[in-house]
C-alpha cells in the first residue's frame, strides 16, 4: 500500500467486494437488456410503473442506501451514541485530519456520481421522460457527504445525531422536491446543489477534528433532574418473577423499542401532509394508506438488527433455545402492539387537527349503505388485523434466516429478496399487457395456492420432525402450537367465508388462502436456526 | 464417589483444514483450581467453548456434571459461572439492570454477596456498561459470575490486557471460590505467573494437544523446581506469549 489513499479505497473494496461484485452483475443485466432493446428496434415504453419500479427504482434505492452506509462507516457504529461514528482505530494512523475526512468523502461522492451515470446509460428510460444530466448525481454526492459529516461530528446529547441527520437531510430532500415541483432548469438545480459537498466537507474535517481529539461536548448536566428520576425509577423496579420474564425485558430494551421510536419519528411527517394536501381527498387517502403501512415497512429494517444479534453473552445464559425464541416473539408483540397504538392514536388525532375527518367518513358511510353494518364493521377490523399481523410477520419472519448467524445465508437472502423484487415486476408487467397470458394467469391463478399449501406443509413438517427429534420443544408445546395455528385458520376462513359471498370464490380457495395468511413454516424453524446457531 | 466435573474424551474439533483440537481428553475432578495453559491460538477458547455447550463436539464426547451441555444447556449453564475473554457485556445496561437481570437466571443468587462484590469492585450502580473501563468491564462480568456461587467457575484468559489490580481482583475471586468447599475453577491463561500462583493441576495445550496434565507439585518436582514458564518452554519449544517465544 503506497498511500493513505489507496489504503482507504482497499479497505472499502476489501470490505464491500460481494456488493460491488453483484452492482456490476446488474448494471452489466440492465446493460445488455437496453442492447437487446435498441438492437431490435424495439420502442421502450413504461405503460406501468410499477414495472418500472422494480426494474430501476428499487435496486439503485438499496444500492443508494448501501453506499451511504458504507461509506459513513455506519455498519460498524452506534447511531445514537454521542461519539463519532468515525472508527476510532483509524484516529492513530500517520494521515491528517483533511485525509480522514477526505478520502472517504472523495470515495463516497464519486462512488454515487458513477451510480448515477450507469444508471441513465444503462438504464431502459422512457423516450418521453427527459432525464437530468447532472443534477440528481450532485443530489446523491450531497446527501452522502452531508450523511458523513452529520455521522462523524461527536453529539452533546445522546440521540440528537438522529433528530439533526433526519431533519437536515429532510430539509435538502425538500428543496430539490420544490424546485423539481417548479421545474426549474439543470443549471439552477446545479447551483442549487453545488455549494453541499464542499461545505459538508469542511463541517466533516471540523467533525473528525473534534473527534480525534476526544472532544465530545456534554449537555447531559442540563437534564440531570430527568436522569436522577429515571435511576430512581429503575432501581426502584423488583426482580423479574422468573428468567422468561427477564429475558423478554432484555429483547424489549434491546431492540423492542426501535420499531415504536422509529413510527414515532416518521407519523409527524407523514401525517403533516394532511395539512398541506387536506383539500385533495386523493392525496388524503395516500396519505393515510403510507402511514398504515408504516409499521409494517419499517419492521423489516428492524427485524434485520433484531434476528441476528446472539453474542456468547446470550448463549450462556441458562434457558433453553425455545425460551430465548419465546421472550423475542414477546417482545415483537409488544413492539408492534406499542407502534400500532401509537399509530391509532396519531391517525384520528392528525384527521381532527387537520379538518380531513369528513374526507374518510363519507367513503365509509357509503361502503356502510352498501354492504351494513356488520361486514363495514368486520371487513374494517380485519383490515387493521392484517396490517398487525403483517407488521408481526414482518418483524419475525427473517428469524430463521438471521438466527442461524451464517453471514453467507444472510446476505444469500438479502440479495435473493432483491433479485426477486427485481423479477417481479417486469413479470407482472408482461402478464398485465398480454391478454392471452392475462387470461391463462386469472385460470390457474384458483390452483396457486392449491400449489403453495403442500410446499408449505411440507416444510412445516421438515421443521416439527426436526423440532420433534432435537427435543428443542417438549410435545406439549408442539401440540399446542398445532392446535393454535389451526383454530386461527378456521377462524380466518369463517370469516373469509362469511365476507365474501360470492360464487366467484370457491370456499376451497379461501380455504387455502387461510392456510397461507397464518405464518407458521418459518416461525417454527427459528428455535432451530438459534440451536444451530448456538451450539456450532 | 468424586465424579468429574468435566470429562472429556477423545474431543477432535476442524476449522477448515486446521485441526483447533485434536484427540484431547480431559478429566476435571469436583473441588480444585486448574489452570490451562497455552499461547495464543493453542485451543484453549475452543476447549472451553465445548464445555459451555457452544460448540458441538465433531468427534468424542464432552460431559460436564455427567450432562450433555448441548443436549442440556439450562441446566449445566445453570450451574457455570463463566467470564468470557471477550467481555460482551450488553453495553445498554446500567450496572443495576445488569445484577437485576442476571438474578433472575440463578436459584442461588446471593443478593448481600453481589452486593459486597458490587462495592468491593467500586461498581456505579447508575454507571450504563457502554461507559466503563475494560477493567471495569471485566469486574462487572466477574460479579455477575460468582454472585450465585456457581459450583464451576470458568475464566477464558481474565486477565488479558487489564491491569494489575484487575488482575489481582480476578485472582482475589479465584481464591474466594477455592475457599467455598466443593467448588471448581477452570482458569485458561497465557500468563503462567499467574497460573502458577493459584492453580493445583495444570494443563498444557499447544497446537490442539494436550502436551501435560497433571498436579502442579507433581509437575514442578518433576522438574526440579523449574518455574511454569521453563517448564512450558520445555514441552513446547518456546514461550506462552510472543515475548517469550524461543
Known amino acids: 500500500m503506497r498511500s493513505a489513499a489507496a489504503a482507504f479505497a482497499w479497505e472499502f473494496r476489501q470490505r464491500h467486494r460481494w456488493g460491488l461484485a453483484g452492482l456490476v452483475v446488474y448494471l452489466f443485466v440492465l446493460a445488455a437488456i437496453k442492447m437487446l432493446f435498441l438492437a431490435r428496434g424495439h420502442a421502450i415504453s413504461f405503460d406501468n410503473n410499477l414495472s418500472y419500479a422494480f426494474v430501476v427504482v428499487v435496486p439503485v434505492t438499496a444500492t443508494f442506501l448501501y453506499f451511504l452506509a458504507v461509506f459513513s462507516f455506519g455498519l460498524a457504529g452506534d447511531l445514537a451514541a454521542r461519539q463519532s461514528m468515525y472508527p476510532a482505530r483509524l484516529f492513530t494512523l500517520p494521515v491528517t485530519t483533511a485525509g480522514l475526512a477526505g478520502w472517504p468523502m472523495l470515495y463516497g461522492t464519486v462512488a454515487m456520481a458513477l451510480l448515477w451515470a450507469a444508471m441513465r446509460l444503462f438504464a431502459l428510460w422512457p423516450p418521453e421522460f427527459d432525464v437530468p444530466m447532472i443534477w440528481p448525481a450532485l443530489l446523491a454526492a450531497s446527501m452522502l457527504a452531508w450523511l458523513q459529516a452529520l455521522t462523524w461530528m461527536p453529539y452533546p446529547l445522546p440521540g440528537l445525531r438522529v433528530i439533526v441527520t433526519v431533519l437536515w437531510l429532510t430539509a435538502i430532500d425538500a428543496v ?307 392446535a393454535c395455528w389451526c383454530a386461527a385458520v378456521l377462524a380466518l376462513y369463517g370469516v373469509l367465508v362469511w365476507i365474501v359471498s360470492t360464487p366467484l370464490f370457491p370456499r376451497s380457495f379461501l380455504a387455502l388462502v387461510a392456510i397461507l395468511a397464518i405464518p407458521l413454516a418459518r416461525l417454527s ?8 446457531n448456538r451450539h456450532r | 464417589m468424586n465424579e468429574p466435573v468435566i470429562n472429556v474424551t477423545g474431543l477432535t474439533r476442524r476449522f477448515g483444514a486446521r485441526a483447533a483440537l485434536d484427540s484431547v481428553s480431559v478429566s476435571l475432578p469436583r473441588g480444585a483450581v486448574y489452570g490451562l495453559v497455552g499461547a495464543n491460538g493453542a485451543g484453549k477458547t475452543t476447549l472451553i467453548r465445548h464445555i459451555l455447550g457452544l460448540l458441538r463436539a465433531e468427534s468424542g464426547s464432552v460431559r460436564v456434571f455427567g450432562l450433555d451441555p448441548v443436549a442440556d444447556p439450562v441446566a449445566v449453564l445453570s450451574r457455570i459461572g463463566y467470564l468470557s475473554e471477550e467481555n460482551d457485556l450488553p453495553g445498554w445496561m446500567r450496572v443495576g439492570e445488569l445484577l437485576r437481570y442476571s438474578r433472575a437466571f440463578y436459584s442461588g443468587w446471593d443478593d448481600a454477596y453481589a452486593e459486597e462484590l458490587r462495592q468491593a469492585f467500586a461498581l456505579d450502580p447508575a454507571a450504563k456498561i457502554k461507559t466503563l473501563s475494560k477493567g471495569q468491564k471485566a469486574r462487572a462480568g466477574l460479579l455477575i459470575a460468582l454472585a450465585y456461587r456457581p459450583e464451576l467457575l470458568v475464566l477464558d484468559e481474565p486477565s488479558s490486557g487489564l491491569d494489575p489490580i484487575v488482575r489481582r481482583d480476578i485472582l482475589g475471586a479465584v481464591i474466594r471460590t477455592i475457599a467455598d468447599e466443593g467448588r471448581t475453577v477452570l482458569f485458561s491463561s497465557h500468563l503462567l505467573e499467574e497460573v502458577e500462583q493459584v492453580a493445583d493441576h495444570v494443563t498444557m495445550i499447544n497446537q490442539g494437544t494436550i502436551v501435560l496434565s497433571a498436579p502442579l507439585d507433581v509437575i514442578k518436582a518433576s522438574h526440579h523446581g523449574a518455574s511454569l514458564n521453563e517448564i512450558f518452554v520445555a514441552h513446547v519449544g518456546r514461550g506462552a506469549t510472543p515475548a517469550e517465544a524461543v
Open chain 1, 176 to 482: 430539490v422536491f420544490i424546485a423539481v415541483e417548479f421545474k426549474v432548469r439543470e443549471p439552477v438545480m446545479l447551483a442549487l446543489l453545488a455549494p453541499h459537498v464542499p461545505l459538508a466537507y469542511l463541517a466533516a474535517r471540523f467533525a473528525v477534528g473534534r473527534a480525534r481529539r476526544g472532544h465530545v461536548p456534554d449537555w447531559r448536566r442540563m437534564f440531570r433532574p430527568l436522569s436522577t428520576f429515571a435511576t430512581v425509577l429503575a432501581n426502584r423496579r423488583e426482580s423479574f418473577p422468573s428468567a422468561a420474564r427477564a429475558q423478554v425485558w432484555f429483547e424489549w430494551r434491546a431492540h423492542g423499542r426501535s420499531l415504536p421510536l422509529l413510527v414515532a419519528i416518521l407519523l409527524p411527517f407523514e401525517l403533516g401532509q394532511l395539512f398541506i394536501h387536506g383539500d385533495t381527498p386523493k392525496l388524503v387517502f395516500y396519505t393515510l394508506a403510507v402511514v398504515l403501512l408504516t409499521p409494517g415497512f419499517m419492521a423489516g429494517f428492524v427485524s434485520a438488527t433484531a434476528s441476528t444479534s446472539n453474542p456468547p453473552f446470550l448463549a450462556t445464559r441458562p434457558l433453553s433455545s425455545a425460551s430465548l425464541i419465546a421472550a423475542k416473539l414477546t417482545a415483537t408483540i409488544w413492539s408492534t402492539a406499542a407502534a400500532w397504538l401509537l399509530v391509532l392514536a396519531a391517525v384520528p388525532l392528525g384527521l381532527e387537527l387537520s379538518g380531513t375527518w369528513p374526507v374518510v367518513i363519507e367513503p365509509a358511510r357509503r361502503l356502510h349503505a352498501v354492504i351494513g353494518t356488520p361486514r363495514a364493521v368486520v371487513i374494517g377490523l380485519l383490515a387493521l388485523s392484517g396490517l398487525i399481523l403483517w407488521t408481526w410477520k414482518r418483524l419475525v419472519q427473517g428469524l430463521y434466516i438471521g438466527l442461524t448467524g451464517r453471514a453467507s445465508l444472510i446476505k444469500g437472502n438479502v440479495f435473493l429478496t432483491l433479485s426477486l423484487l427485481c423479477v417481479l415486476g417486469p413479470a407482472l408487467h408482461w402478464m398485465i399487457g398480454n391478454s392471452l397470458v392475462r387470461v391463462a394467469v386469472v385460470d390457474v391463478m384458483g390452483w396457486l395456492p392449491a400449489v403453495l399449501v403442500p410446499i408449505k406443509m411440507a416444510a412445516a413438517a421438515w421443521v416439527v420432525t426436526r423440532l420433534y427429534r432435537s427435543g428443542l420443544l417438549s410435545d406439549r408445546v408442539l401440540v399446542t402450537g398445532a
Open chain 1, 525 to 532: 424453524a427459528a428455535p432451530l436456526a438459534l440451536a444451530w
